[in-house]
């Protein structure tokens, strides 16, 4: 069975990393697109990790993973080589309720990163269910010039109209019009 796509909503959930080699920083770049509230913990960090560390002003712990550093937090990412430390932090993960990623070894994870476009609010994540991230990757690239430079002034526009009209029926239609007339008037202005 493959994974469920679902975007979470990362606000007020504290992210853990355990990693601090290139694997980490990569999960990092992609978590401080949506998040700030990131803590890590690696016996050594890359130099590149401390650099963005100190950027971003990251809480961090030079030192080995202990049973019970996940307590707190709703989401932990395993971004090291030693598989089994990836299965008992993912085992212990069952007992405090918080989503798991370890990096490379699906059977310890609850979820897994996607590759995505991300602009201002157009998210487009795609996956391969692990099959291939390579071709994820690649389809990636072909999204990313495919989606029209005014997108994100049109998706302020849709976002004020939805705050300000009311709800029901004639706001969805209109709204559903509105959208469907930029995708033509896109596509139309590509041929």
């Given at each position: 069975m493959g994974y469920f796509p679902a975007f979470i909503k990362l606000d007020n959930k504290k992210v853990l990393?355990?990693?601090?080699?290139?694997?980490?920083?990569?999960k990092l770049n992609h978590l401080l697109d949506f998040t700030k509230d990131i803590c890590l913990i690696?016996?050594?960090?890359?130099?590149?990790?401390?650099?963005?560390?100190?950027?971003?002003n990251l809480q961090?712990?030079?030192?080995?993973?202990?049973?019970?550093?996940?307590?707190?937090?709703?989401?932990?990412v395993v971004a090291v080589d030693d598989i089994s430390l990836q299965a008992e932090i993912?085992?212990?993960?069952?007992?405090?309720?918080?989503?798991?990623n370890a990096v490379d070894s699906v059977e310890y994870c609850d979820f897994i990163f996607p590759s995505y476009v991300?602009?201002?609010?157009?998210?487009?994540?795609?996956?391969?269910?692990?099959a291939s991230p390579a071709m994820a990757k690649h389809l990636k690239k072909y999204l990313q010039n495919l989606?029209?430079?005014?997108i994100s002034g049109f998706?302020?526009?849709?976002?004020?109209?939805?705050?300000?009209?009311?709800?029901?029926?004639?706001?969805?239609?209109?709204?559903?019009k509105k959208a469907e007339n930029y995708i033509k008037n896109w596509r139309n202005n590509e041929s």
């Open positions: 990393i355990v990693g601090g080699g290139c694997i980490a920083y990569e690696a016996s050594d960090f890359s130099d590149k990790m401390m650099h963005r560390i100190e950027i971003e961090y712990e030079k030192r080995i993973y202990v049973k019970g550093d996940i307590v707190s937090y709703a989401v932990v993912f085992n212990e993960s069952r007992l405090y309720s918080c989503l798991c991300k602009k201002d609010d157009l998210i487009i994540a795609i996956s391969t269910s692990g989606i029209p430079e005014g998706l302020q526009e849709m976002k004020e109209l939805r705050r300000t009209l009311p709800k029901g029926n004639e706001r969805m239609k209109m709204l559903d």
